[in-house]
């Protein structure tokens, strides 16, 4: 049986307001001449324009979604109305679900079995080969607690092979690659000249034409995620008090490619900050067959940002066992459905894998693990149930606010992260006993846009509270918190 | 200087200009990165917590569906939940406060209710938020002194009802010195425990300079039947009036001399209707209802002059001094909403239900409907939904204020009523809202 959602979380899993309100449309008995859950599973039949009527249904587990509607958004406004029917204790609980809504869940069941020994015959290929240990990083970040589970404290693994050269991505070509860092370098190279000239002709002289250039040219160059930083250098110069923060992203941006520059001298996790920051890519098959962290992930959060037509979707999570942060990141081309899997305030049982890099951030979900555990599974950490919990008992913890830190202890977690990654930009962190102002959260500056948030100050009431919020250089933006009751309230 | 101020002025005007000593990038990468990291705890200034809360809040479903109110679905039950939620002495989870106090902000009708509602915490906000400041006016004594025009009537109506005459006393002390705008909101307050007690003031403020004052003390001393102003109409319609057998003889007036102006009568008629037409509308309107006997017996009786004005000015009149009697015989001749609203709430919808069987859906209907006060019983409630059936197959497309009106009135537990009566996609609208209500009520009363 899964902990019911409230409204605001089912909403928050639509991909845009209109289907929002759509749902809310459809959300009422009288359009439903069918509906039902079996605690894990919703379904039901919604009449819509046609003669037949709508099949809609809802896997609680994951969220998976699936309806017979046309709609090419993604959850449709007949599974969000069947959520939010089921949010308001107006979907009845029956014993078993109709054959076409079994059918759905056994083809889900088969794809997830075969996706899961896919993953491990890629690990197994991996451990094969001499020298990557995909079992190196598992041993890492295992303290519980607070700052010694920093993600990746500690010498912990160096990724690749000793044999491989540092600042190649395991698995890729060698001839390719040096004639993608042939160009890079090239591109680079004119990027700190252009810099140097900048600094001493002074910086009020680049114009939104330079950058867009420039920007052009790293793309020509193949180094897209410079040629990211450098294009958004114009709205930079629109800020407040600029020739401090357009000197800021000079500094960065120069210290990157002197950073690529001289890979072959850097640790290797840093080298692979490096080359993933610049723009080379790891594909996701090569991120999923890491090793995996199993974990009780809490879903602190989320934030969609659209930019050039692609709507990037952060999800934050936080591990209970480990107190590891981790941003799973979507994409999806404007008016597109986005992931909407992770639901806010809701915790998930499952293994991630990390992008490699210094300070991991970014991970894919790689299994969620079902209701209940399975007894062997062979690449799983074993879960820190404790041994006296009932075999039912259900992993969707009941809601209750996430285990946090001070802002003081939170501070030595970001200077650790930037120690490592000093081009980190956001990182989710969860806060106990802090009290919002108008302008800070226990004492930390919040991010202007994040001014005034009154609704979690009134939550508070001036008095301290738990707070997953994400960190940013300009200070930190609220995402989540938890009422007295232990409900998350999205901020 | 600090040592970044130092750097971004150096970069701002370059080098070139301004000697560097060594790589300013590369100091100002180390300088980003501490920065960045060296954050430090401030701590935090002090604001005082918020006091506990007397009262307990309302459940999470009653409170995510005053969250799905305010955005946007069923806008139009906002008030109602509040109304209901208030009457149960509790008051909403600190969550919703900041939405909830925006839309006071915005929609002065529903503050009233947010006094209860936003508790303890609301109040707390509201200190912090000048925007929602409003939630902090209590109407005291002070506020009559020094506050704004809204807030010295809100202070005015309490003591009125708590103490009518302390009220006008009140008023009575600072007439002199209101703004003419003032002093005709301050009048209609007197509405709420007329007595024969305010007679006097009011029979003064008839010579204010303003119209809308006089007008509002004229309306008020037709309601008094005792009042010089009622006795004065009185003479005039005797005057001109004569009841032998079954006739009505009436004589309408010649002219509108100066006393008749002073009780409120208005000498200029609208377009369309001759002066002396309006003139005798006026008289008889202001005259105590007293003066004529049994509404049915009159109704019965010939009038060969004057026959459609006169009993224009008797739904006048009924209103006007909300007489049960005659607006339930008017309501037959005029059916107007303002008729209704002079009768107790049965008896409003016994009426509209008859006139809802016997009437086409238009305008009328839907005025008559908007005036029956909430909560249609079962009758009215049938009425409605057969009326809602017949027109769905000739005219669908014009029953989307009929619905829902219907379905914001009707009594919510009788969404079952309306779930059975027709499956007809208009009902079935009907009692979705019924039913949300219900369910609005249900979680409320939890």
Same mark, same amino acid.
């Given at each position: 049986m899964t902990e019911r959602w409230s409204r605001d979380q089912v909403l928050a899993l639509a991909p845009d307001a209109s289907s929002q309100k759509a749902a809310q449309g459809v959300a009422a008995a009288g359009k439903w001449s069918l509906r039902g859950t079996t605690g894990t599973v919703l379904y039901g039949e919604c009449k819509g324009s046609g003669a037949r009527p709508y099949l809609a249904a809802?896997?609680?587990?994951?969220?998976?979604?699936?309806?017979?509607?046309?709609?090419?958004?993604?959850?449709?406004?007949?599974?969000?109305?069947?959520?939010?029917?089921?949010?308001?204790?107006?979907?009845?609980?029956?014993?078993?679900?109709p054959q076409w809504v079994t059918e759905w869940l056994d083809g889900r069941a088969e794809r997830a079995a075969k996706s899961a020994a896919r993953l491990d015959a890629a690990r197994t290929r991996l451990a094969t080969t001499p020298g990557t240990a995909p079992s190196a990083r598992d041993a890492g970040p295992s303290a519980p607690g607070a700052s010694a589970a920093v993600p990746g404290a500690g010498p912990s693994a160096p990724g690749t092979a000793p044999g491989t050269v540092p600042g190649t991505v395991p698995g890729a070509g060698g001839r390719v690659e040096s004639v993608r860092h042939q160009r890079v370098a090239a591109g680079l190279a004119e990027l700190e000249r252009w810099l140097a000239d900048q600094v001493r002709q002074g910086l009020a002289g680049a114009q939104e034409h330079d950058w867009d250039g420039l920007a052009k040219r790293l793309i020509d160059a193949q180094a897209p995620g410079v040629a990211g930083v450098v294009?958004?250098?114009?709205?930079?110069?629109?800020?407040?008090?600029?020739?401090?923060?357009?000197?800021?992203?000079?500094?960065?941006?120069?210290?990157?490619?002197?950073?690529?520059?001289?890979?072959?001298?850097?640790?290797?996790?840093?080298?692979?900050?490096?080359?993933?920051?610049?723009?080379?890519?790891?594909?996701?098959?090569?991120?999923?067959?890491?090793?995996?962290?199993r974990d009780h992930w809490d879903v602190l959060g989320r934030r969609d940002e659209t930019q050039d037509r692609l709507t990037a979707r952060r999800v934050w999570l936080r591990g209970r066992r480990t107190g590891r942060p981790a941003l799973i990141l979507s994409f999806a081309p404007q008016g597109q459905p986005l992931d909407a899997s992770l639901v806010t305030g809701t915790t998930i049982?499952?293994?991630?894998?990390?992008?490699?890099?210094?300070?991991?951030?970014?991970?894919?979900?790689?299994?969620?693990? =079902?209701?209940? #555990? @399975?007894? !062997?599974? %062979?690449? &799983?950490? $074993?879960?820190?149930? /404790?041994? +006296? *919990?009932? =075999?039912?008992? #259900? @992993?969707? !913890?009941? %809601?209750? &606010?996430? $285990?946090?830190?001070? /802002?003081? +202890? *939170?501070?030595?977690?970001?200077?650790?992260?930037?120690?490592?990654?000093?081009?980190?930009?956001?990182? /989710?962190?969860?806060?106990?006993?802090?009290?919002?102002?108008?302008?800070?959260?226990?004492?930390?500056?919040?991010?202007?846009?994040?001014?005034?948030?009154?609704?979690?100050?009134?939550?508070?009431?001036?008095?301290?509270?738990?707070?997953?919020?994400e960190w940013t250089p300009q200070g930190l933006r609220p995402l989540t918190t938890w009422d007295d009751e232990g409900t998350a309230v999205i901020l | 200087m600090t040592g970044w101020d130092e750097l971004a002025s150096t970069a701002l005007v370059g080098t070139d200009r301004r000697p560097y000593g060594g790589d300013l990038l590369e100091a100002a990468a180390v300088e980003v990165a501490r920065r960045r990291a060296g954050g430090?705890?401030?701590?935090?200034?002090?604001?005082?917590?918020?006091?506990?809360?007397?009262?307990?809040?309302?459940?999470?479903?009653?409170?995510?569906?005053?969250?799905?109110?305010?955005?946007?679905?069923?806008?139009?039950?906002?008030?109602?939940?509040?109304?209901?939620?208030?009457?149960?002495?509790?008051?909403?989870?600190?969550?919703?406060?900041?939405?909830?106090?925006?839309?006071?902000?915005?929609?002065?009708?529903?503050?009233?209710?947010?006094?209860?509602?936003?508790?303890?915490?609301?109040?707390?906000?509201?200190?912090?938020?000048?925007?929602?400041?409003?939630?902090?006016?209590?109407?005291?004594?002070?506020?009559?002194?020094?506050?704004?025009?809204?807030?010295?009537?809100?202070?005015?109506?309490?003591?009125?009802?708590?103490?009518?005459?302390?009220?006008?006393?009140?008023?009575?002390s600072t007439w002199e010195r209101e703004t003419p705008d003032d002093r005709a909101g301050f009048v209609e307050v007197l509405a709420d425990g007329l007595s024969m007690a305010d007679e006097p003031f009011l029979e003064q403020a008839l010579d204010d300079r303003r119209r809308e004052v006089r007008q509002a003390a004229a309306n008020l001393l037709t309601r008094l039947p005792g009042s010089r102003l009622s006795q004065r109409m009185a003479g005039r319609v005797r005057a001109r009036v004569t009841i032998s057998g079954d006739t009505i003889t009436v004589e309408a007036p010649e002219a509108c001399d100066r006393d008749m102006e002073r009780?409120?009568?208005?000498?200029?008629?609208?377009?369309?209707?001759?002066?002396?037409?309006?003139?005798?509308?006026?008289?008889?309107?202001?005259?105590?209802?007293?003066?004529?006997?049994?509404?049915?017996?009159?109704?019965?009786?010939?009038?060969?002059?004057?026959d459609a004005e006169v009993k224009a000015a008797w739904v006048r009149a009924a209103v006007l001094q909300r007489d049960p009697e005659w607006a339930r015989a008017m309501f037959g001749w005029d059916p107007i909403a303002d008729l209704l609203e002079c009768l107790p709430p049965e008896e409003q919808q016994e009426l509209a239900a008859r006139f809802v069987r016997g009437h086409d859906l238009d305008s009328q209907l839907i005025m008559v409907l908007g005036g029956v006060s909430s909560h249609w019983r079962e009758g009215l409630a049938t009425a409605v939904l057969s009326k809602i059936v017949k027109v769905n197959t000739t005219q669908p497309w014009n029953l989307g204020e009929l619905v829902k009106l219907a379905g914001e009135h009707i009594d919510p537990a009788l969404f079952e009523l309306a779930e059975d009566y027709s499956p007809a996609e208009p009902v079935q609208k009907v009692a979705a809202l019924l039913r949300f209500r219900a369910d609005m009520y249900k979680e409320l009363s939890r």
């Open positions: 809802v896997d609680l587990s994951e969220p998976a979604y699936r309806c017979s509607c046309p709609s090419r958004k993604f959850p449709c406004k007949h599974a969000l109305g069947l959520l939010l029917l089921w949010s308001a204790d107006g979907v009845p609980a029956q014993e078993a679900a294009s958004r250098l114009a709205r930079v110069r629109a800020e407040e008090g600029w020739p401090g923060r357009l000197l800021e992203e000079y500094a960065l941006v120069n210290l990157l490619a002197i950073a690529y520059r001289r890979r072959a001298a850097l640790p290797d996790p840093l080298a692979q900050t490096v080359l993933i920051r610049t723009g080379f890519p790891i594909t996701r098959e090569e991120v999923l067959a890491g090793p995996p962290v049982d499952a293994d991630l894998t990390f992008y490699p890099g210094a300070a991991p951030l970014r991970a894919l979900v790689a299994l969620r693990h =079902p209701t209940t #555990p @399975p007894p !062997a599974a %062979p690449q &799983a950490v $074993p879960p820190e149930a /404790p041994p +006296e *919990a009932p =075999p039912e008992a #259900p @992993p969707e !913890a009941p %809601p209750e &606010a996430p $285990p946090g830190v001070s /802002p003081g +202890e *939170a501070l030595d977690e970001v200077a650790w992260v930037l120690g490592e990654d000093p081009w980190t930009e956001s990182w /989710p962190l969860v806060l106990t006993g802090v009290v919002p102002g108008r302008t800070t959260l226990g004492g930390l500056p919040l991010h202007p846009r994040a001014h005034d948030p009154w609704r979690l100050i009134a939550v508070s009431g001036g008095r301290p509270l738990t707070v997953a919020a | 430090r705890v401030n701590e935090p200034g002090g604001v005082e917590p918020a006091p506990g809360e007397e009262r307990e809040a309302v459940g999470r479903r009653a409170a995510e569906r005053l969250g799905r109110l305010l955005g946007g679905e069923h806008e139009r039950l906002i008030p109602e939940w509040l109304a209901a939620a208030a009457a149960t002495g509790r008051r909403v989870p600190a969550y919703v406060l900041p939405e909830l106090l925006e839309r006071g902000r915005r929609d002065r009708s529903i503050r009233v209710h947010l006094g209860v509602l936003a508790g303890q915490r609301g109040r707390w906000l509201a200190g912090q938020n000048p925007a929602w400041a409003y939630l902090l006016e209590e109407p005291t004594g002070e506020t009559w002194e020094l506050g704004g025009a809204a807030d010295r009537r809100a202070h005015l109506s309490a003591l009125r009802a708590a103490d009518p005459g302390q009220a006008r006393r009140l008023l009575e009780d409120g009568v208005r000498p200029k008629p609208p377009r369309g209707i001759g002066e002396r037409a309006w003139w005798l509308q006026q008289i008889v309107s202001r005259a105590p209802l007293s003066f004529w006997g049994s509404p049915n017996v009159l109704l019965g009786m010939k009038i060969p002059d004057w």
